[in-house]
Structures are given as structure tokens and as C-alpha cells.
């Protein structure tokens, strides 16, 4: 996806984020430090490619795009928390609680997740895209990140740790986990231009594809990648039973089902007619990464 | 407030969670256990109540009133973890993380919060109020429970524990972290009636008024309530620096402020001309509780 969008969605974030001039400064500045510290973002840009194919401007797109992103970083703040995965790095930087303390962090996390839905639903988000617009996404991103959706995929990977799952476990929790903030991310680049149902459909077929993708290609990444320290594949010396598509299906199938699914994305975008070359380009990227 | 209003609610917070018929049936019924542990239901009610006032049905007012409860219910289970308060008990029971575990127990608390917000924004819920009313009921509860409201009140509790805290510091707070939920369930009682702003300004001065003259009751309740088992006030072994209304006012001046807010809080519901008497009776029994 175009690297402009990246600077655009990062001074929104900030620009969205409270002042830091009141007495719960070091909340904000815990939000901003796992805000600062995002990757490629991926799913804001996602939001931006698909309004902008259905005739919305980056502007209309950008308080969807952030909140998407803030709903992905109060989940990466909370997974590492002690609790859960206790990760002391996330992207080569200290986690959030070894820098503010576990109770800031957890509360960073949940002031993130309010915000995304208070940008989603601001007067000002109403003036660019309407009410039912607002509503629409509020709706669509709170069911996808939830219960049944990216919570719920949390919990199905923290009752199948340790434990060998059979591929339809495995499936269902990368759907969720991964997969549905993905495709909340293309449905919600579509409703914030006020689309047809058709379109939105199509960018869900789209992100749920890539989505999963995504996550078979992390798992050939994991035993395939080199640790060019130590000259040994990342990954071999933490074996545990835990199944991944790798462990169930072997290398060359997962290939096969990653590229199968590349295919079956950029076929969902058929029926926008055209103007889709970003975005084929970028589910084509993720399947052949090798980082 | 009408104690019929209780099973409604109850049964209407339910509804809303999503089937257990699931692999993360563990995280539903975690959510269920503490949206079960409820107390009164105060802020549903008043949700309720003052769509009411403003000709709405319970029925419409049914999804802001368990939205309201889910966050309150959220705040409790995040403020119970071992990184916040360290709590065992809620209520009497165990608190959730000593049922379900840290890990499930804070991913829980993230699924209510993300819950309150989908029903908010439901196709169900445009369909009783309208999209502006939803994406308004959004908005505001998301305002007044986000970095600016409810969960700044728990930081600036966490940055000035221990220490002596100047009046001011003690009113900002307890307006965040107490105030500003009941303040944002009474305006949302106007909203989903599509009541007009000065309805919704009058109701969010009651709740405020309301709120922090709860709190300031709650502190003169812990010096003056008598543990039954032991004889002694409550609270009197753990008495340590932290500044409460009373260790800054006295009793006396406690008592005079809780009944000069409640007496603003029953004339802000002048605006409504009549049909108040409920609210009314709610805040003079909140002022006079003994427990």
C-alpha cells in the first residue's frame, strides 16, 4: 500500500489522542508511546484503499482508519500484559507495561479501545460521512474485535495452548484472532464512503482472505525463516505440541492454500470494475513475504 | 428507582451476550458471572427513567441502559486484577479473575466494553431510536468513559495513592471516576428519546450533581458505618495518608455539601415540568443512605 498513507494515519492518531496538559498525562503518553510504535499499518491503509475505490477521499476515511488501528494496538498492549503472553518486546521496544506498569498499561488498553468508537462517533466524523455511516462502522468494528470475533479468538489461543488442536480449531481461532480486524478494516474503507452492500461484501471476502493468508504465511515463516545470529530456523528450540497450518499440513500445502486464497481475494474485488491494482498488489506481497 | 425496572434489565443484559454454544464459551460465561454479580442497577435505571421523562419507552432505552451496565460491569472486573486493586471479592463472591483466571478474566472485561458499544450501535437499535440517536449514545458514553473520564478518574486514583491529595485533586477524581458513568447513563436516557439539548443538559447536572454527592456519602459512610462483626468503624485499620472528602472537610461539611448537590441536582429537573418525582426520591435516598 502507498507509504504517504503511513504519515497521514500517524498524525491523525496522534491528532486524536487527548491532551497531555491534565493529571492523567501518563495515560495519554502510555496510549501515544504503543500508538508510536506501530508497524506497517496495515489495516488504516486498508480502510483508505477501499474508500477511496469507492469514491470517498483519504479525509472521510481517516477516523475509521485510526480507530481500526487503535483497536489493534489496545489488543497488542493487552496480549502482552503478564496475564497473557508476559512479553517484556513488542517490535524490538520494551512492551507498554515495562515502561508505564501493568496497571497503566491495562488501562491504556481500554482507553484506546473507548477512543476508537468516540473518534468512529464524533460530531465531526458525522459531518464527513453521515449518521448512519457512523453507526454502521461503530457496529461492524465492535462485533469483528469482540466476543466473537478478536476477543474470542484470544481466548480459543489461550485454551488450545499446550495442546494439539485439529485444523478446524486452528482455523476458526486465526479467523478471528487475525483475520476478522482485517476484514472489519475493508468493510469499514466501504462504509465510510457510504457503499452498496455489494461492495461491502466483497471487501469482507477480500480481508478475510488475506487475513488468513497472512497467518498461514506466518507459520511457514516460523520454521522456515534462519536466525541469522545463532544459524538455526527461528523457533526450532520453543517446540511445543501446539499445532500451527505448518504442523497440521506440511509446507508445501500451506503454500498451495495461501496462494489459493490470494487468488480467491483479488477475485472478490471483480466487481468494483477496475482501480483495484493496489490492492491485488498487496495480497500478492503478504502471500510471498519472507519477513 | 422502580425495582421492576431490575428483572427487565437483567433479562435484557442476557439477550445480549452472544450464545455460550461456543469454543470460547469460558469468556461468555465469565462476562455472564459478573454482569450476573450486579448490584441495584443504578445507572440502567436512570437510563430508563429519563427516557421515560422524555416520552421514550423502556424498550427503547432497554440497549443504552445495558450498555451503561456493561461498562460499569468492565470497570469493575479490570479494577478487581492484580495489577489494580487486588480484590478477591466483589460483592461477596469471588471476583471474576479468582473464577475464571487472570488471562480470561481481563479479556472479559475488554469483550463488555466492546459489547456495550455493538448493541449501542445494532440494526435493532437504529430501527427503535434512529441512526443520529445511536451514533450519539455512542459518542457520549464512549466521552464519558474513556481517557478523559472514567478511566482517567482510575488513574489520577492510582498516581495519588498514598499521598495526601489537595480538594481539588479529590473533586476532579471522583467526578471522573464515579460521577461521570451516572452522568452519561442520565443524558443517555434523553438521547435515545431524541430529547432536545436542554433536556440533555439538565439530566447530565443532575447525574453530576448526584455522582459526586455519592461518593462524598460513601466516604462518610467509611468513618462512621460500624463493622458488626468487630465492633469498630470500618476502614479504621487501613487508614492511611490518602485524602478522602472527609479527612479534608469533616463530617459536618460532608454532609451540608452531599445535600446542597442533591438539592442542584433536583432542581436541575425543573426543565421537565413535572413527572420527576422518582428522580427526585432517588437522589434524596442516595444522599441519606446508610449503606
Tied chains: 1, 2.
Aim: proline share 2%.
Amino acid at each position: 500500500m502507498k507509504a504517504d498513507y503511513i504519515s497521514v494515519i500517524e498524525n491523525s492518531l496522534y491528532d486524536f489522542l487527548p491532551d497531555t496538559d491534565c493529571r492523567e498525562k501518563a495515560l495519554i503518553e502510555s496510549m501515544k508511546y504503543s500508538l508510536k510504535a506501530g508497524g506497517k499499518r496495515v489495516r488504516p491503509s486498508l480502510v483508505i484503499e477501499f474508500a477511496k475505490l469507492c469514491g470517498a477521499d483519504a479525509q472521510k476515511a481517516l477516523p475509521f482508519a485510526c480507530a481500526v488501528e487503535m483497536i489493534h494496538t489496545y489488543s497488542l498492549i493487552h496480549d502482552d500484559l503478564p496475564c497473557m503472553d508476559d512479553d517484556d518486546l513488542r517490535r524490538g521496544k520494551p512492551s507498554n507495561h515495562k515502561v508505564f506498569g501493568e496497571d497503566i498499561a491495562l488501562l491504556a488498553g481500554d482507553a484506546l479501545l473507548t477512543l476508537a468508537f468516540e473518534v468512529m462517533s464524533s460530531d465531526k466524523t458525522a459531518a464527513l460521512i453521515g449518521d448512519k455511516a457512523c453507526r454502521k462502522g461503530v457496529n461492524t468494528l465492535a462485533k469483528y474485535a469482540g466476543a466473537v470475533g478478536m476477543v474470542g479468538g484470544q481466548v480459543i489461543d489461550l485454551i488450545s495452548e499446550n495442546k494439539s488442536a485439529p485444523i478446524e480449531v486452528l482455523r476458526e481461532m486465526d479467523y478471528k484472532k487475525t483475520a476478522c480486524l482485517i476484514k472489519a478494516a475493508c468493510e469499514l474503507g466501504c462504509i465510510c464512503a457510504n457503499a452498496d452492500d455489494s461492495y461491502i461484501s466483497a471487501a469482507s471476502k477480500y480481508g478475510e482472505c488475506i487475513g488468513i493468508a497472512f497467518q498461514i504465511v506466518d507459520d511457514i515463516l516460523d520454521v522456515t525463516s534462519t536466525d541469522e545470529e545463532l544459524g538455526k530456523p527461528v523457533g526450532s528450540d520453543e517446540q511445543n505440541s501446539k499445532s500451527t497450518y505448518v504442523s497440521l499440513l506440511g509446507v508445501e500445502k500451506c503454500r498451495e492454500l495461501a496462494n489459493e486464497l490470494t487468488e480467491q481475494a483479488v477475485k472478490a474485488l471483480d466487481v468494483f470494475g477496475g482501480g483495484t491494482s493496489e490492492l491485488e498488489q498487496f495480497a500478492a506481497k503478504l502471500a510471498c513475504r519472507t519477513k
